[in-house]
């Protein structure tokens, strides 16, 4: 089992991945924080928002690729395809869900607060939306934008 635990902590196209996300994701919890002057732990692990830690990770891993492998590689042209698809996703699809949760939301709780039965928190079959969708599921342009640089950045600080 360790030497399994060792080859993955060799493996630097991983690490850069690892490293890109923990990264992006400890700017998006200050900007969190200073936006909204409160500290959300779980921005540490949630999606959505600036930076996008999806791009970062993508990134990092496409970078260090390029850098180990040479950008004639598969193991580049694997982490940059795989890079575009999730980027382009976050953007795309995951985004849309987002801003249709948040209209859902809006939805039920208008329905809720004006008494409509069909909606209100006692009726099983609308227990899930005490909780409510999730809405910060995408990103915007930007947030991909500087994810993508941050991941470049730290796979460079890695690797070079």
Known sequence: MGTIFREILQNTVLVCGAAGWAVAQVIKMIIYAVVHREIRWERMVGDGGMPSGHSATVSAMAAAAAVL????????????????????????????????????????????????AAFQKSDKMYEFWDAGLKELVGHSPLQVAVGCVIGIATACLIVL
Do not use: P
Request: with cysteine; hydrophobic share 45%.
């Open 69 to 116: 492998y040479g950008f004639q590689s598969f193991e580049f042209a694997i982490t940059c395809m795989i890079a575009i698809i999730v980027m382009h996703d976050a953007t795309g699809v995951r985004r849309e869900t987002g801003k249709q949760g948040k209209v859902l939301n809006e939805m039920v709780e208008f329905f809720q607060t004006e008494g409509l």
